[in-house]
């Protein structure tokens, strides 16, 4: 995959399907966040930014339902694909989860193999460039197969993390990262790297994209983080 891996957040409260789930998940190369019912899926959410979540309906507590009304209500994460899984096969469940906001539902006990289609296409169009797809915004074009930048038509050289970090971008203008989600994104959960560091690079990146006149794409939140625009 190109770019920065894909993050998937399981939210399902049977220890035994969720490791199951996970081992799949990682094998198919994506990035796996665990949580055992709602509440915790929500601070999750919160904290990790997924890119997709799979989520069972029936949690204790704050039910998947609900956690999908949640999520669906809020500007933040009403773009994150949902997958629901549940063991309601009637149809006026199928229709209630997708009228709550899930992009997709499936009835348990399903295909893996189908599963992973779904998250895999859901992705191809929240994450495009995960899936080699290029990525433009006004006059910025990113290639992740070719690893290039151009800007109006000419080419921009930026470093393997400047890359990174403009392909977080990219794929969701107007969104307010965090330097929190920012580093967990671009340099991973294993690598300790000082949230200053987020400013260096980030200025490194507003450097090359101005350097032939251009206006700086590239907005300070204060408080808050980074945006494309």
Excluded at 54 to 81: F, H, N, Q
Excluded at 128 to 153: C, Q, S
Excluded at 192 to 220: C, E, F, Q, S
């Amino acid at each position: 995959m190109a770019g920065p891996t894909p993050k998937v957040l399981l939210i399902e409260d049977e220890a035994s399907q969720r490791a199951l789930l996970s081992y799949n998940l990682q094998a198919e190369g994506f990035a796996v966040v665990e949580a055992g019912d709602g509440e915790e899926g929500l601070l999750l959410v919160e904290e990790e930014a997924p890119d997709l979540i799979l989520l069972d309906w029936m949690l204790p507590g704050l039910s998947g339902i609900e956690v999908c009304r949640r999520l669906k209500t809020r500007t933040e994460t009403r773009a994150v694909p949902i997958i629901m899984l549940s063991a309601r096969s009637e149809e006026v469940d199928r229709v209630r989860g997708l009228e709550t906001g899930a992009d997709d539902y499936m009835v348990k006990p399903y295909s893996l193999a189908e599963l992973m289609a779904r998250v895999r296409a859901h992705l191809r169009r929240s994450r495009p460039a995960a899936v080699g797809e290029r990525l433009e915004f006004e006059d910025l074009l990113l290639d992740p197969e070719t690893h290039r930048v151009a800007r109006g038509g000419a080419e921009i050289k930026v470093g393997p993390t400047e890359f990174r970090l403009l392909t977080t971008f990219m794929e969701r203008p107007g969104r307010v990262w965090s330097r929190e989600q920012l580093l967990d994104r671009v340099w991973g959960r294993d690598i300790y790297v000082d949230t200053r560091t987020v400013d260096v690079h980030v200025g490194r990146l507003r450097k090359a994209l101005t350097a032939h006149g251009h206006d700086d794409p590239i907005r300070t939140v204060r408080g808050a983080g980074y945006s494309l625009g």
